[in-house]
């Protein structure tokens, strides 16, 4: 897969894994890192799929609906890669902590939903529920962030608030931030997400 990796400085914390919304690159998102922790090594994956030549993780048959068959052959792609990258770079396996953005979040999301051990914890902005009617994994332990728009008009509110309880009956520790604002990325969220961060990982 296309990426960028990038060794920090303090090996102790998570390995940043950045994932693009729709239509973005591998680079998007290492703004929003340095801002997050400028210390952690960064591992900023492109995704595989092009739709309309944008790139995404995962097809999806239209707005809102997901290709199941396909996000489930992605995830375990991804997670592949991970596991690869982690003995190609030396970094802990079990120290990634995801940042996804839209599509980027809702493959994250199903990361969480399928290996419990693919992630140490995940930072969603604006994510859908990847999958339903599907037992997840035990997510004890697991530490997730959830930022969402009252008014998005791509994540309805119903989206976030089953996301969170999905999550949260499989056992995660689940933090939900409301911002007055669409499907964009706020600086409130991005603020509200360090602080987060900053609690568990710093």
Same mark, same amino acid.
């Given at each position: 897969?296309?990426?960028?990796?990038?060794k920090?400085?303090?090996p102790?914390?998570?390995?940043?894994?950045? *994932?693009?919304?729709?239509?973005?690159?591998?680079? +998007?998102?290492l703004p929003?890192?340095?801002? &997050? %922790? /400028?210390t952690?090594s960064?591992?900023?994956?492109?995704?595989?799929?092009?739709?309309?030549?944008?790139?995404?993780?995962f097809?999806? *048959?239209?707005?809102?609906?997901?290709?199941e068959e +396909?996000l489930?052959f992605?995830t375990k792609? &991804? %997670? /592949?890669?991970?596991?690869?990258?982690a003995?190609?770079y030396?970094?802990?396996?079990?120290?990634?902590?995801?940042?996804?953005?839209s599509?980027?979040?809702?493959?994250?999301s199903?990361?969480?939903?399928?290996?419990?051990e693919?992630?140490?914890?995940?930072?969603?902005?604006?994510?859908?529920?990847?999958?339903?009617?599907?037992?997840?994994p035990n997510l004890?332990?697991?530490?997730?962030?959830?930022?969402a728009?009252k008014?998005?008009?791509?994540?309805?509110?119903?989206?976030t608030?089953?996301l969170?309880?999905?999550?949260q009956?499989?056992?995660?520790?689940?933090?939900t931030?409301?911002?007055?604002?669409?499907?964009q990325?706020?600086?409130?969220?991005?603020d509200?997400?360090k602080k987060?961060?900053?609690?568990?990982?710093?």
């Open positions: 897969m296309i990426h960028v990796f990038t920090g400085t303090d102790m914390k998570p390995v940043l894994l950045l *994932l693009h919304g729709t239509g973005g690159t591998e680079r +998007d998102l929003l890192a340095e801002r &997050l %922790d /400028d952690a960064l591992l900023s994956v492109r995704g595989n799929v092009s739709e309309n030549g944008m790139p995404r993780f097809r999806r *048959l239209a707005e809102g609906i997901f290709d +396909d489930i992605r792609e &991804l %997670d /592949d890669f991970i596991t690869e990258s003995e190609k030396e970094f802990d396996r079990h120290n990634v902590v995801a940042v996804g953005y599509n980027g979040a809702n493959i994250a199903s990361m969480l939903f399928h290996r419990a693919s992630l140490r914890g995940a930072i969603l902005h604006h994510p859908m529920v990847p999958r339903r009617g599907i037992d997840l004890d332990g697991k530490n997730v962030f959830i930022a728009g008014n998005d008009p791509i994540c309805p509110p119903q989206e608030e089953d969170q309880a999905l999550l009956n499989a056992g995660a520790s689940v933090e931030f409301w911002d007055n604002q669409g499907h990325l706020s600086y409130a969220e991005l509200e997400a987060w961060y900053t609690t568990l990982f710093a």
